[in-house]
C-alpha cells in the first residue's frame, strides 16, 4: 500500500462529509449566496497566502535542486494561478483591494494556516508535504465530484471548478502526492503515527473552514 494511501483510508469518512457540506454542494449547483462566496473569497485569499509560505519553507528545507525547484513553483503557481481565479471572482464581486489588505483572517483560518506553518517550521520535507496534502489534493476531488455531479453549465462558480480540475492542477497533486510517497517510504512507525495526526487534523481542519464560510464566521 502506497503512504498516501494508508493517510487517506483514515480520513475518508472526513473527505466524504466535504461533499456533503452545503458550502460545497451549493457552489456545485451554482445556488450559493453570493455574500457567502464572497466572505470566502477574502478569507481564502489570505489563507493563500500562508499557504505558499508553506511551499516556500519546503524550498528552504529541501535536499535537492529538483525538490526545491517544484517547491518554488508551487509557491508561485499558488500566488499567481490559484489565486488568479480568486482576483477574478473578487472584480465580479466588487471586492476591492483595499477591502482584502484591510480583512482580518477568521478564528479558524488563523488556526489552519498557523498550524500548517508551525507543523513546517518544526519538521522535515515529509513533514511540510503532509501538512499541505489535504488541501491541495482534497479541493482536486471536490472539483471532480462537483464537475460530475453538476456540470459546470450557466453556473457563476464554473471557473472555481475549472480551476481544481484543470491538467495544471492536477500535475501539481500528482507530484506532491509522489513525493509524500517517496519520503513516506520506510520511515518508523512513531514518525508515520505523527504524520497521519497532521494529515487527520488538517483534514478536520479543511471541513472547519468550509464550515467558517458557510456560516460566514469571523
Not at 488568479?84 to 466588487?94: P, V
Not at 482536486?140 to 471548478?161: M, P, R, S, V
Request: aromatic share 16%.
Amino acid at each position: 500500500m502506497l503512504f498516501t494511501d494508508e493517510l487517506y483510508s483514515h480520513v475518508k469518512k472526513i473527505w466524504g462529509s466535504y461533499y456533503e457540506h452545503p458550502f460545497v454542494d451549493e457552489l456545485g449547483s451554482g445556488k450559493l449566496d453570493k455574500e457567502k462566496f464572497k466572505y470566502y473569497m477574502v478569507q481564502d485569499y489570505l489563507y493563500l497566502l500562508d499557504y505558499a509560505k508553506v511551499f516556500s519553507l519546503g524550498a528552504i528545507k529541501s535536499e535537492d535542486e529538483e525538490t526545491m525547484a517544484k517547491f518554488s513553483s508551487l509557491a508561485e503557481g499558488t500566488l499567481h494561478t490559484e489565486m488568479a481565479t480568486h482576483r477574478k471572482y473578487m472584480e465580479r464581486l466588487g471586492i476591492t483591494k483595499k477591502e482584502v489588505e484591510n480583512a482580518k483572517p477568521a478564528l479558524a483560518n488563523l488556526a489552519y494556516t498557523h498550524y500548517m506553518l508551525a507543523v513546517s517550521y518544526a519538521g522535515g520535507i515529509i513533514e511540510i508535504a503532509v501538512s499541505v496534502l489535504a488541501c491541495l489534493w482534497s479541493y482536486e476531488c471536490i472539483g471532480k465530484h462537483l464537475y460530475n455531479k453538476y456540470g459546470i453549465q450557466d453556473n457563476f462558480y464554473a471557473e472555481w471548478i475549472e480551476t481544481y480540475i484543470s491538467d495544471e492542477y492536477h500535475e501539481l497533486t500528482i507530484w506532491l502526492l509522489e513525493l509524500v510517497n517517496k519520503y513516506g517510504e520506510g520511515i518508523n512507525e512513531k514518525r508515520k503515527e505523527k504524520l497521519i495526526d497532521i494529515f487527520v487534523n488538517t483534514s478536520r481542519l479543511e471541513y472547519i473552514f468550509w464550515d467558517m464560510a458557510y456560516n460566514i464566521e469571523d
